[in-house]
């Protein structure tokens, strides 16, 4: 992957701010719309930037997204300073959720967002400092699409 | 099929170059070059923000005169329920009707009985249904382009039950021919619409190759005359409570926003209306986010179809207006509807469901080849850093951002940055002053006191 033919672009996403959430992975969706790629993979790399982006603003201080487009794929990569995962095989399950009463109330927190990150991409990482911060790294490929 | 036929257009001798329709336009569809403001084709919902917010009537709506009529042996009026919204409440749909004959119709349909039957299709479906959810209406077109054109991967979501509109047009051919033994073809159905995106719906419907409507002539054309031929709604052939009992109260509804959900009685419904609620809501439904919600209705007007441009009562009032019909007709228990019973029957014949296959309407790529695409994206994000991000539309694009796409595309020059210009002339570097600072509102006290301490 030739970062060089690549577009790189890096979005900062402020911990807390329910009032913004999901500006970002609007943004991106935008983005891959003007360039062309197939709709169906906008959505599902529209699903897993918006469910990250989300997890930063409910649980992290603060964190960034990276957008990396290249002829072959699209790449998030998710970095946040927050309280991390103590344990991410947990954390992966679905309907597993350490949101408060009040992040479900907003319908937040179904347990569904890294499970759902990770359904919605063909390469997943995952890692995390307890204390520190989490980072993810999603890749979604270009080349079946015909386009 | 490359060019798309748009119900708005702008009169180039009337357009004097205010910018404020590029500024309303919810696509970025409209550019103001030379002082004359043109609209993009592909990127145009047909909304009709534009059309509203033109103070110089220089965008005007593209419907069929009065005069169509002549061109058919037997002609329907298909008035759209905000019709009945119009005028005082004591004017009822029958009397509305009957004008529109003295006006020279040769029939007229009331729209609200088929809005009724479709409502309860709409139901049957909803029983049956297992694909993704919402499913979001498709009663207002620029609702279905929008979909098209900035939501593709949501075209599933758009109800594959037809709208009344056609429905009453295909079936009033059939019958009337059969009635007087014509062709089908020497009978027109015109369509009475609020908005100007019906027109488009006819002569180019999202997902089929021809409307069964012939044309459509706007209320704010057929107000004036309707109301003489109405006598000013003097003229009571039947008492108040006989002309109650022929509306429709599951149809009635249809020209509010809500006026659908009312009668789909299901426990998660939502109805939007007004098109930035509306993206707000399509993105939460792209997300995922409203999979529990079995049914959307949107309108890209305020408060629904009564809200049109083409409409000539205050949408607020005639929304009132509706709403306070059907509890009349609550409080007076008079239910006139469909016989469902029937209405099964025919969805079980596919009477209901709208033919041909509506396809995604994306936006054309700033490139065909992927790499070069990417490489434009690139040079347009680049190209937005430098500029003054202030979004003032004198370019002639609505913000920075379409403005350096344009610069991308070929379709401005950088120069055409009226700031830009002005900071060079001035010796200023490119990027403008910082962003102005915020004012801290300390106390005038404790501010001086500081600056002594200091």
Request: hydrophobic share 35%.
């Amino acid at each position: 992957m030739a970062e060089e033919n690549g577009l790189s672009q890096v979005f900062e996403i402020t911990g807390k701010d329910f009032g913004r959430a999901g500006t970002i992975s609007t943004k991106i969706k935008e983005i891959l719309q003007e360039i062309g790629i197939d709709s169906a993979v906008i959505r599902r790399a529209a699903i897993a930037a918006y469910e990250a982006e989300m997890n930063i603003v409910m649980y992290a201080q603060r964190g960034t997204l990276t957008l990396t487009l290249t002829p072959t794929a699209i790449r998030l990569d998710v970095d946040d300073e927050g309280p991390g995962i103590e344990d991410i095989e947990l954390a992966m399950q679905e309907g597993f959720s350490t949101a408060t009463d009040e992040m479900r109330e907003m319908g937040f927190g179904a347990g569904m967002g890294l499970p759902n990150i990770r359904k919605n991409s063909d390469e997943f990482a995952i890692s995390s400092t307890p204390g520190k911060g989490t980072s993810i790294d999603v890749v979604l490929n270009l080349n079946q699409v015909a386009e | 099929m490359n060019r798309y036929y748009h119900s708005v257009k702008v009169d180039p001798t009337k357009c004097n170059g205010r910018m404020k329709c590029m500024r309303v336009c919810p696509t970025q569809a409209i550019r103001v070059r030379d002082g004359v403001a043109s609209i993009l084709e592909d990127k145009c919902i047909d909304c009709g923000e534009c059309l509203t917010e033109c103070p110089e009537g220089a965008i005007v709506a593209l419907t069929d005169p009065v005069g169509e009529l002549s061109k058919f042996k037997y002609t329907v009026a298909i008035p759209s329920p905000a019709l009945y919204a119009q005028f005082g409440r004591q004017i009822l749909p029958d009397e509305i009707l009957a004008g529109l004959k003295d006006l020279g119709f040769s029939d007229t349909v009331d729209l609200a009985f088929l809005c009724g039957e479709v409502s309860f299709a709409i139901q049957e479906h909803l029983r049956e249904y297992e694909g993704p959810k919402p499913i979001v209406s498709n009663a207002c077109p620029t609702v279905v382009r929008l979909i098209q054109v900035k939501y593709p991967s949501l075209v599933d979501h758009i109800s594959p039950i037809d709208i009344p509109r056609e429905l009453a047009a295909r079936e009033i051919k059939k019958a009337k021919a059969k009635e007087h033994g014509l062709d089908e073809r020497e009978i027109g159905a015109f369509y009475i619409t609020p908005c100007p995106v019906k027109m488009i719906s006819i002569k180019q419907p999202a997902e089929k190759e021809k409307s069964y409507l012939d044309g459509a002539i706007s209320i704010t054309d057929i107000y004036g005359p309707l109301l003489s031929a109405m006598d000013g709604g003097k003229r009571k052939e039947r008492s108040y409570r006989k002309a109650l009992e022929d509306i429709c109260i599951l149809g009635i509804g249809w020209a509010i926003v809500g006026g659908i959900c009312r009668t789909l009685r299901l426990k998660n419904s939502l109805a939007v209306s007004g098109l930035t609620e509306i993206l707000e809501v399509f993105d939460d439904i792209e997300r995922g986010k409203m999979r529990h919600i079995d049914f959307a209705e949107a309108y890209s007007c305020w408060q629904g179809c009564v809200g049109g441009s083409l409409t000539v009562e205050n949408r607020y009032v005639s929304y009132n207006k509706i709403l306070k019909l059907i509890e009349t007709l609550e409080f007076e228990e008079i239910k006139a509807c469909p016989d469902i019973r029937e209405v099964r029957k025919r969805y079980a014949q596919k009477y209901f469901f709208r033919t041909g296959i509506l396809e995604p309407r994306p936006l054309k790529p700033l490139d065909t080849d992927l790499a070069r695409a990417i490489q434009k994206r690139k040079e347009k994000q680049e190209i937005f850093e430098t500029l003054p991000q202030i979004d003032c539309g004198a370019c002639g694009s609505p913000t920075c951002l379409t403005f350096a796409e344009d610069v991308v595309t070929g379709t401005a020059e950088l120069s055409d940055c009226l700031v830009m210009v002005a900071q060079k002339s001035a010796g200023v570097s490119r990027k403008p002053a910082s962003p102005p600072k915020i004012v801290e509102l300390n106390p005038p006290d404790a501010k001086a006191k500081n600056k002594k301490v200091d």
